[in-house]
């Protein structure tokens, strides 16, 4: 089954910068079925897509990351980024690197049937 390991957490100040990786391996099927994208939970809230990245390459991002935010993943869809910058405390939240088969390319959490174990991300003010 898909495998999932992230990493590049850390804390940050408010407007700094952080770049999120993913490995990813395991692929059942050809790995051009499977897209990818990032989720993270904040505590005592619920688990939010914040980008995916459609099997036509399209992406999707969640209104509060448009344009600070950027997901990009390698051809062989080994490797999945996020680059997130002009970072504000309210993106604070453990980060989850996501597979899913034949997905919509939208933030549907029931789409993403692999996750990886998080990492921490933690802005200060």
């Known amino acids: 089954q898909v495998q999932l390991m992230e990493s590049g957490g850390g804390s940050v100040q408010a407007g700094g910068s952080l770049r999120l990786s993913c490995a990813a391996s395991?692929?059942?099927?050809?790995?051009?079925?499977?897209?990818l994208g990032w989720f993270r939970q904040a505590p005592e809230k619920e688990r939010e897509g914040v980008a995916v990245?459609?099997?036509?390459?399209?992406?999707t991002y969640a209104d509060s990351v448009k344009g600070r935010f950027t997901i990009s993943q390698d051809n062989a869809k080994k490797s999945l980024w996020l680059q997130m910058n002009n970072l504000k405390p309210e993106d604070t939240a453990m980060y989850y690197c996501?597979?899913?088969?034949?997905?919509?390319?939208?933030?549907?959490?029931?789409?993403?049937?692999?996750w990886g174990q998080g990492t921490q991300v933690t802005v200060s003010s």
């Open positions: 990245i459609a099997l036509d390459g399209g992406t």
């Open positions: 395991g692929y059942m099927y050809s790995y051009d079925r499977y897209c």
């Open positions: 996501v597979a899913g088969f034949i997905c919509s390319g939208q933030l549907i959490t029931i789409e993403f049937g692999y």
